[in-house]
């Protein structure tokens, strides 16, 4: 079995946080990255954050400093804390793994207001 299911998105007033979590099959957890995804109303799904097996993140520019993902070896998970969101932030958030080929989860919705 091969599965990702992302969770904790929510509705939250600019300056809040969220921690998004992608809980991931043991395969897929295995695999060199977790990505994170967002795709807006109107916008291309656009890359937001990765974490290889090493240990080192990337990040888009737009997030940086306020983004942090990370990885829990035990549980399967990997997180996606997001502080001081912006109205901007608002869109569907997915986590992406590899294993021949791309596995994506269902996505979570995330909405910022003012």
């Known amino acids: 079995q091969v599965q990702l299911q992302e969770s904790g998105g929510g509705l939250v007033q600019a300056g809040g946080s969220l921690r998004l979590s992608c809980a991931a099959s043991?395969?897929?957890?295995?695999?060199?990255?977790i990505n994170w995804y967002r795709q807006a109303p109107e916008k291309e799904r656009e890359f937001v954050a990765r974490?290889?097996?090493?240990?080192?993140?990337e990040y888009v520019d737009s997030v940086k400093g306020r983004f942090t993902v990370s990885r829990d070896n035990r549980k399967n998970t990997v997180y996606l804390q997001m502080n001081s969101l912006k109205p901007e932030d608002t869109a569907v958030y997915y986590c992406?793994?590899?294993?021949?080929?791309?596995?994506w989860g269902q996505g979570t919705q995330v909405t910022v207001v003012s």
């Open positions: 974490i290889i097996a090493s240990g080192a993140t």
């Open positions: 992406k793994g590899w294993l021949g080929r791309d596995y």
């Open positions: 043991a395969s897929i957890f295995s695999s060199k990255s």
